[in-house]
């Protein structure tokens, strides 16, 4: 099994900037993607941003352009910046990862974290 743990997030005002990070531990041999998603009230989950191993980047065209994510390979933790945030930001962040659990397995599986919550205040 993989624990997810998200820290970051809470109350910040229109146009501030916020940081989440998450940890991946457990049965990890290597994790192949990074990611965040979101949750608004009434919505449904959508991506915020994706990152391989590798470090191919990918976001959704909401946050393009003011929102970095990044990780380390070696701590397997994730990061996520955000700036310029506006009220429709808000919203329960959840970590994504999809690992390996072995170095022989021959699949990957996919995990999340129980999310943090995101409020912005215009």
């Known amino acids: 099994q993989v624990q997810l743990v998200e820290s970051g997030g809470g109350l910040v005002q229109a146009g501030g900037s916020l940081s989440l990070s998450c940890a991946a531990s457990?049965?990890?041999?290597?994790?192949?993607?990074m990611g965040w998603y979101r949750q608004a009230p009434g919505k449904q989950r959508e991506l915020v941003a994706t990152?391989?191993?590798?470090?191919?980047?990918n976001y959704a065209d909401s946050v393009k352009g003011r929102s970095t994510i990044s990780r380390d390979n070696v701590k397997n933790t994730g990061y996520l910046q955000m700036n310029s945030l506006k009220a429709e930001d808000t919203g329960v962040y959840y970590c994504?990862?999809?690992?390996?659990?072995?170095?022989?397995?021959?699949?990957?599986?996919?995990?999340w974290g129980q999310g943090t919550q995101v409020t912005v205040s215009s």
């Open positions: 994504y990862a999809r690992t390996r659990p072995t170095m022989t397995s021959p699949d990957d599986y996919e995990y």
């Open positions: 990152i391989t191993r590798g470090a191919i980047t």
């Open positions: 457990g049965r990890i041999f290597r994790v192949n993607v």
